[in-house]
């Protein structure tokens, strides 16, 4: 993830129509290359105040994690872009990316896609 994917996404919540001067729930997701790895992740990430999730998903380990609350701009993501990549390589892993809630009434939600999910 580069601070131009960033740029991209923020543009593309805008675009939706998006209060990008609201908090809202943003997520991120790594790519963990075991199980041991994935739990380390979850920790530190729990440890952050992070509500991480384990998933195996076609061979692959991944962590995806909810729970912070911020106005998504281009500062307060880099900050979380360079703290997510610094975890990810102190474990080996990789720092996919990131995603942020719609505002109310705006569709469905991205974190549907957790719900059942434990």
Request: net charge neutral.
């Amino acid at each position: 993830m580069t601070a131009s994917d960033d740029a991209m996404l923020i543009g593309h919540l805008a675009k939706r129509g998006c209060d990008l001067t609201k908090h809202r729930e943003v997520g991120v997701h790594f790519n963990a290359s075991s199980e041991v790895v994935a739990d380390d992740i979850s920790r530190d990430l729990r440890a952050e105040g992070w509500g991480p999730k384990i998933f195996f998903h076609r061979d692959e380990w991944l962590v995806a994690s909810l729970g912070k609350r911020m106005v998504v701009n281009e500062q307060n993501i880099s900050r979380l872009r360079h703290s997510c990549e610094d975890l990810a390589i102190r474990h080996g892993a990789i720092y996919h990316g990131w995603q942020a809630s719609l505002d109310p009434g705006m569709g469905v939600e991205w974190r549907a896609a957790f719900r059942g999910h434990s």
